[in-house]
Nanobody, 124 residues
Framework: QVQLVESGGRLVQAGGSLRLSCAAS????????MGWFRQAPGKEREFVAA????????NYADSVKGRFTISRDNAKNTVYLQMNSLKPEDTAVYYC?????????????????WGQGTQVTVSS
């Protein structure tokens, strides 16, 4: 089992920046791909970004490409999401996910463990 805890979400003005963190605990010795997803009220959970176990490969949703950066520090069992140039449409609960695979997926079903989420609100 792996437990994931997100942090860093808050209210921010449009154009601002935030860095989300996701700390993993439990069976972190295994290889896990990591992803960030988000869910706005009344909408389905959507893919935001993902990173392979080695951090050699990343992938982003078109809506955040060029603005968000995913990274990981395996020594600290932590994955990050740096979010720049935030827009009101980025407002959502952001979830961290871990998949028991070295390579990432862009879909919810590709992940085995989920955090509780952290709220990001971008005001216009």
């Amino acid at each position: 089992q792996v437990q994931l805890v997100e942090s860093g979400g808050r209210l921010v003005q449009a154009g601002g920046s935030l860095r989300l963190s996701c700390a993993a605990s439990g069976r972190t010795s295994s290889t896990y791909a990591m992803g960030w997803f988000r869910q706005a009220p009344g909408k389905e959970r959507e893919f935001v970004a993902a990173i392979s176990w080695s951090a050699g490969s990343t992938n982003y949703a078109d809506s955040v490409k060029g603005r968000f950066t995913i990274s990981r520090d395996n020594a600290k069992n932590t994955v990050y999401l740096q979010m720049n140039s935030l827009k009101p449409e980025d407002t959502a609960v952001y979830y961290c996910a871990a998949g028991r695979t070295s390579y990432y997926f862009r879909v919810v079903s590709g992940y085995d463990y989920w955090g509780q989420g952290t709220q990001v609100t971008v005001s216009s």
